[in-house]
């Protein structure tokens, strides 16, 4: 892409537009191009985050808030207290075990 920027925007915001419609799968897709894209941008890693845990898969949004991190190290503490959280209510639906994830924070 000649504008990668700009082609982010066009993703993420095709990603919560679809979230909005319950379209899990594709918001992951465009999510996951604009984090490609422009991954220094915080707000593609939060894009794909949340098409994450709309789809139920705690595992991989904890996944995306480490790389973002490694990417926006800025949004340490954002991303810890986050995924503390996710981590606590991934144990309240019941999990037998905690992802993995939940131990880099």
């Known amino acids: 892409s000649e504008f990668p920027a700009v082609e982010a925007t066009i993703r993420i ?5 679809q979230l909005a419609k319950g379209e899990h799968a594709a918001a992951v897709t465009d999510a996951k191009a604009a ?5 220094e941008r915080a707000q593609a890693w939060w894009a794909l985050r949340d098409a994450f845990v709309a789809s139920g898969d705690v595992s991989a ?5 480490v ?9 340490r503490n954002l991303a810890q207290a986050d995924a503390a ?9 019941g999990s037998s075990e905690l992802p993995p994830q939940c131990a880099v924070f």
């Open 13 to 17: 915001g095709r990603a919560e537009a």
């Open 35 to 39: 984090c490609a894209l422009d991954p």
């Open 61 to 65: 949004a904890l996944e995306a808030l």
């Open 67 to 75: 790389s973002a991190v490694e990417h926006v190290p800025s949004l």
């Open 85 to 93: 959280a996710l981590c606590m209510l991934d144990q309240e639906k």
